[in-house]
C-alpha cells in the first residue's frame, strides 16, 4: 500500500553531505531530509519512504510536550513548582507561598509567560555558577548567553562566550552546575583531553554522575513549554548514501 510522505518535512541541502541524513528536528520534532550536493530531491523522497516506519517509530518514541497550565507542576533545581493562574493579576510572574508561581494574564498567554520567567531564572542561577568557577580557575567570562539551544546543553567559544540551553534550569542543581563547570573548563582547555578534565574535576564533584544523568533525562527536560509534541528523546537520524 502506497504512503504519502509527511506532509511537514523539511528538505534542506548541505554543501558538505556525503550521504542521504533523515532525522526529526530537536525542537519542533519535524523530520528533515538533508541532501548532498548533486543528488536529487526525486532520489532522496525515494528513500524517505523507504523509511516511513522508522519515523513513525522515532516519532511514537518522543515524549509528549507539556505546556505550562494552570495547576501544573514542574521540576525546578532540587525542588518543584505548581503554575497558579490569576487572570487579573499584574505584572510579571511571581512565586508565592507553598512553591507556587503565580501567573497573570489571559490564559492564552501563560505558556510564554511561565517560559519567558523560567529562562530568566536560568540566567540568574547559571550567571552565578559560571562567576564562581571561573573565578576558582582564576578565568574571565566575556558574556553568558541563555538561549533555546535545538541540540546543546552548552557551549563555549573562542571568544569566551558561554552559551547554555534554558531547559537546565528544570535539572537539579548539581545538573545545572556540571554544565556550568563544564564549559568553564573549556576556558583553559578547548577539547575534551586529560588537562580539560582535570580542570573539570577541580570545579565539580562528580561530573560523570551528572552527565549520565543528563543523558538519560535530557530528553524530558526538552518537552517542558512546548506548545506541541516537539520533543524527542537522543539524537535520532537515519543516513545512508546518496545516488
Same mark, same amino acid.
Given at each position: 500500500?502506497?504512503?504519502?510522505?509527511?506532509?511537514?518535512?523539511?528538505?534542506?541541502?548541505?554543501?558538505?553531505?556525503?550521504?542521504?541524513?533523515?532525522?526529526?528536528?530537536?525542537?519542533?520534532?519535524?523530520?528533515?531530509?538533508?541532501?548532498?550536493?548533486?543528488?536529487?530531491?526525486?532520489?532522496?523522497?525515494?528513500?524517505?519512504?523507504?523509511?516511513?516506519?522508522?519515523?513513525?517509530?522515532?516519532?511514537?518514541?518522543?515524549?509528549?510536550?507539556?505546556?505550562?497550565?494552570?495547576?501544573?507542576?514542574?521540576?525546578?533545581?532540587?525542588?518543584?513548582?505548581?503554575?497558579?493562574?490569576?487572570?487579573?493579576?499584574?505584572?510579571?510572574?511571581?512565586?508565592?507561598?507553598?512553591?507556587?508561581?503565580?501567573?497573570?494574564?489571559?490564559?492564552?498567554?501563560?505558556?510564554?509567560? =511561565?517560559? $519567558?520567567?523560567?529562562? !530568566?531564572?536560568?540566567?540568574?542561577? @547559571? &550567571? /552565578?555558577?559560571?562567576?564562581?568557577? #571561573?573565578?576558582?580557575?582564576?578565568?574571565?567570562?566575556?558574556?553568558?548567553?541563555?538561549?533555546?539551544?535545538?541540540?546543546?546543553?552548552?557551549?563555549?567559544?573562542?571568544?569566551?562566550?558561554?552559551?547554555?540551553?534554558?531547559?537546565?534550569?528544570?535539572?537539579?542543581?548539581? =545538573?545545572? $552546575?556540571?554544565?556550568? !563547570?563544564?564549559?568553564?573548563?573549556? @576556558? &583553559? /582547555?578547548?577539547?575534551?583531553?586529560? #588537562?580539560?578534565?582535570?580542570?573539570?574535576?577541580?570545579?565539580?564533584?562528580?561530573?560523570?554522575?551528572?552527565?549520565?544523568?543528563?543523558?538519560?533525562?535530557?530528553?524530558?527536560?526538552?518537552?517542558?513549554?512546548?506548545?506541541?509534541?516537539?520533543?524527542?528523546?537522543?539524537?535520532?537520524?537515519?543516513?545512508?548514501?546518496?545516488?
Amino acid at each position: 500500500m502506497h504512503r504519502d510522505l509527511p506532509a511537514d518535512l523539511k528538505i534542506i541541502r548541505h554543501p558538505r553531505a556525503t550521504r542521504f541524513r533523515l532525522r526529526l528536528d530537536r525542537r519542533d520534532g519535524r523530520p528533515v531530509l538533508t541532501l548532498p550536493p548533486g543528488v536529487s530531491e526525486r532520489s532522496g523522497l525515494a528513500f524517505v519512504r523507504q523509511h516511513l516506519d522508522w519515523l513513525d517509530a522515532r516519532r511514537a518514541a518522543r515524549p509528549q510536550a507539556q505546556p505550562f497550565v494552570d495547576g501544573m507542576r514542574f521540576p525546578l533545581g532540587d525542588g518543584t513548582l505548581r503554575v497558579v493562574h490569576r487572570p487579573a493579576s499584574r505584572g510579571a510572574p511571581k512565586r508565592g507561598e507553598d512553591d507556587t508561581l503565580v501567573v497573570g494574564g489571559a490564559a492564552e498567554h501563560l505558556n510564554r509567560r =511561565v517560559v $519567558d520567567w523560567l529562562r !530568566a531564572e536560568a540566567t540568574r542561577r @547559571l &550567571k /552565578e555558577r559560571v562567576r564562581l568557577h #571561573a573565578a576558582a580557575i582564576g578565568e574571565t567570562v566575556a558574556r553568558v548567553r541563555v538561549a533555546d539551544q535545538s541540540s546543546r546543553w552548552g557551549s563555549c567559544s573562542g571568544r569566551r562566550v558561554l552559551s547554555f540551553n534554558w531547559r537546565l534550569v528544570f535539572a537539579p542543581a548539581t =545538573v545545572l $552546575d556540571y554544565v556550568a !563547570a563544564h564549559e568553564v573548563a573549556h @576556558l &583553559k /582547555e578547548m577539547n575534551h583531553g586529560p #588537562a580539560f578534565h582535570r580542570w573539570l574535576a577541580r570545579l565539580h564533584p562528580d561530573p560523570h554522575g551528572a552527565g549520565r544523568w543528563l543523558d538519560a533525562n535530557g530528553a524530558t527536560l526538552r518537552r517542558y513549554g512546548l506548545p506541541t509534541a516537539a520533543s524527542m528523546a537522543g539524537s535520532s537520524s537515519y543516513s545512508a548514501s546518496g545516488r
